[in-house]
Structures are given as structure tokens and as C-alpha cells.
């Protein structure tokens, strides 16, 4: 069993940052991989950024060049830097976990960039 808890995610500009947190407890040997998700309003969720088990980066054309995704592993934390943030980046956003064929979930983050 992993926990997932999330923090960072709040209201802002067009044009500005967050970082957001996740960290991961309980069963965490063996996790394939990390990542963040992001569904917004109406729309299905989406891979945003993603350690792969080969421990490659992976993200999506929308956010290349303005997120970066990182992780701290002593504090079993991974973060999103979100920098330039556009109104089309308002989501809640989710950590997301696969360890031993099982996907595990944070409650999400809500993450609102007005314009």
C-alpha cells in the first residue's frame, strides 16, 4: 500500500510559478514509476510529467520547457516545478504511483491560472 499526499496547488497569474509536492509513504520499494496528472474541467486526465522505471523523463508537448519534474529521494518526494503557467494549465492535478501492477493516487491538487 502507498500513501500519496499532495501540497502546492493554489490560484495564480498567467505567467507564474508553483512547485508542486508529493510525497510518497508505506509500501514504496519497488515503485516502476512516478508521475503527475492533470484533468481538467470537461476534459479526461492527462499525463503531464513522469519518471519511467528506466529512470528517463517523459513529458508532454504541452509543457516541455516550462515544467520539470524532480524528486527528492530521501524524503520520497517528487516535485513539479511549473514555470510561464497559462490558463490552459488549470486542472487538479494528481501524483500517481505504479508499484507491483498497481496504480495508486493522490487526492489531487487543484491548480486554477487566471488570465
Known amino acids: 500500500q502507498v500513501q500519496l499526499v499532495e501540497s502546492g496547488g493554489g490560484l495564480v497569474q498567467a505567467g507564474g510559478s508553483l512547485r508542486l509536492s508529493c510525497e510518497a509513504s508505506g509500501s514504496i520499494f519497488s515503485i516502476n514509476s512516478m508521475g503527475w496528472y492533470r484533468q481538467a474541467p470537461g476534459k479526461q486526465r492527462e499525463l503531464v510529467a513522469k519518471?519511467?522505471?528506466?529512470?528517463?523523463?517523459i513529458y508532454a508537448d504541452s509543457v516541455k520547457g516550462r515544467f520539470t519534474i524532480s524528486r527528492e529521494n530521501a524524503k520520497n518526494t517528487v516535485y513539479l516545478q511549473m514555470n510561464s503557467l497559462k490558463p490552459e494549465d488549470t486542472a487538479d492535478y494528481y501524483c500517481g504511483v505504479l508499484r507491483g501492477a498497481q496504480t495508486y493516487w493522490g487526492q489531487g491538487t487543484q491548480v486554477t491560472v487566471s488570465s
Open positions: 519518471f519511467t522505471s528506466g529512470g528517463r523523463t
